[in-house]
């Protein structure tokens, strides 16, 4: 595979095709974000770009503008099952981080699913976001990939000229940060093929666990990949 590039979508046909991207990701019965509102709000200020390699789309991230002035919502991040192994999410996030510094925003919010070993691994692990916020079934029933749950969403709070995110952007991994241990499961799309009802109790029993936590004030702190466990602290 040729050299990645990574930038903005720069045509309406780039945008349609990202439609087509996301279906891949996310399932055909998961509706894409049309190549309309894309256009909409890219013109508004926000961030569409694709991962790029002899000019085929491998990936895709998304993110708008929020009410809060110097903070933006990140709303889609997407790889090709056949480009995975390149790092494309890490990459196409610290290009993130690049637009956004360079046009004042200094946090980026998103949701994601907390028992996702995966994305728990990139979003608090290599990119240092934290969180502190919970919502239960955010969006209901769900379809595609992310059938059979409730779809349950914590927010990744990343704040991009904090001294740990600008460390990780140099390549560099801090230790691990002291905190209580909580465990999930390593890969649960195949739990939920497995034993639908154990996923189901592991859906229950981090949701008790993380709203019990930030209750009480404390928050996401790290996550060790390797023992697939949050750092609560």
């Known amino acids: ?7 903005e979508l720069e045509s309406v046909a780039e945008l349609k095709h990202s439609e087509h991207l996301q279906r891949l990701i996310w399932g055909e019965d998961d509706p894409p974000d049309n190549s309309d509102l894309l256009l909409a709000i890219q013109h508004e200020g926000g961030l569409v770009a694709g991962a790029f390699s002899d000019g ?33 999410g890490a990459r196409l ?6 637009w956004c510094l360079a046009r004042a925003i200094t946090l980026v919010r998103w949701t994601y699913d907390p028992l996702r ?23 209901g029933p769900m379809v595609g990939i992310n059938a059979g749950l409730p779809s349950d969403r914590i927010v990744a709070e990343w704040k991009l000229d904090s001294p740990l995110v600008a460390s990780r952007a140099r390549g560099a991994q801090p230790d691990l940060p002291q905190g209580r241990r909580v465990d999930i499961p390593r890969d649960i799309e ?21 709203m019990d936590a930030f209750g009480k004030g404390e928050r996401i702190i790290g996550f060790d ?5 949050y750092l609560i602290g």
């Open 225 to 229: 990949p390797e023992t697939a466990s």
């Open 1 to 7: 595979m040729s050299e990645i590039l990574i930038r």
């Open 190 to 210: 195949q739990l939920v093929s497995r034993d639908p009802q154990a996923a189901l109790a592991a859906r229950l029993s981090l949701r008790e666990t993380l």
């Open 56 to 88: 085929k789309m491998l990936g895709f991230i998304f993110g708008f503008p929020s009410s809060t002035q110097g903070v933006q919502h990140s709303h889609r991040l997407g790889v090709l099952s056949e480009a995975r192994g390149l790092k494309l």
């Open 117 to 139: 070993a995966v994305n728990a691994g990139l979003n608090i692990s290599s990119l240092g976001a934290t969180s502190s916020t919970y919502h239960v079934d955010y969006y």
């Open 93 to 98: 996030k610290w290009f993130q981080r690049d």
